[in-house]
């Protein structure tokens, strides 16, 4: 009695996937594929399954042109007539991770379904890529990111540059108003614009000038007060009683 109901069993379920099958019809549409999408070798091929239009095929991960796709693949879907009129359209999904292998989606219902096409008008299904992202575009992308990001902080140093560049003119210029304003013989007034030290300077004379020395070595003496600027290890400027008196080095 089990061996009966086993081998029954078996049967039944033969039955079953030989019907499931069956229900699968090809149509006899053309397909015409406006994708960057490379098929290789494989038909694509739409079918009717229990109502659904089907869209069946291989499609690999690379595009034609040899880029690598990255991400989802959204398809336009249209079905035209013999006269090349739309009989209706849609959209259909290809996962990132189902390329390269065997392609089954349903691209449509077909009548007497709740808003299915006429199969028997469909002459042609024409597939266009709706949304489609390689690699390489995303690489592009990065990389003129990265241009611009560059660019930007450029200008901005530039722009630091040139702030920088006008404040500096600006303190000149106040410097030399300054200098100007002192009334000093001429001779003196243009060296200490042009940052000169002359002899007989005075300590101010020499500020304004060169700047603060890095240190001062003073020595009272008999004759006055003895002064020794440190501008460097090889620059230095003597004065004698707030007069330059010997000058080493330049600056």
Partial sequence: MRRVVAASLITSLVIVVVWSEATAQRLPVKIVNR?????????????IDRGSIV??????????????????VLLGVSFLDKAGAVLGESTATIFERDLGFDYEGVIGRAAPEPGGLDISAVASVVLTVRKLTTQE??????????????????????????????????????????????????????????????LGMTTEQVTLAWGRPQRINQTLQYSGLSEQWVYSTSTLVYFENGRVTAIQGSR
Avoid: C, M, N, Y
């Fill in 35 to 47: 994708t960057p999408l490379d098929t290789g070798d494989f038909s694509l091929a739409v079918e």
């Fill in 55 to 72: 869209l069946t095929g291989k499609f690999f991960p690379k595009t034609t042109t040899g880029q690598h796709i990255a991400g989802d």
């Fill in 137 to 198: 575009a995303l690489d592009q992308e990065r990389e003129k990111r990265q241009k611009a990001a560059r660019a930007a902080e450029e200008a901005r140093l530039q722009a630091e540059r040139e702030a920088e560049a006008k404040q500096a003119r600006e303190r000149e210029a106040q410097r030399q108003d300054a200098i100007r304003a002192r009334a000093w013989p001429k001779d003196i007034e243009a060296a200490v614009i042009e940052r000169r030290v002359l």
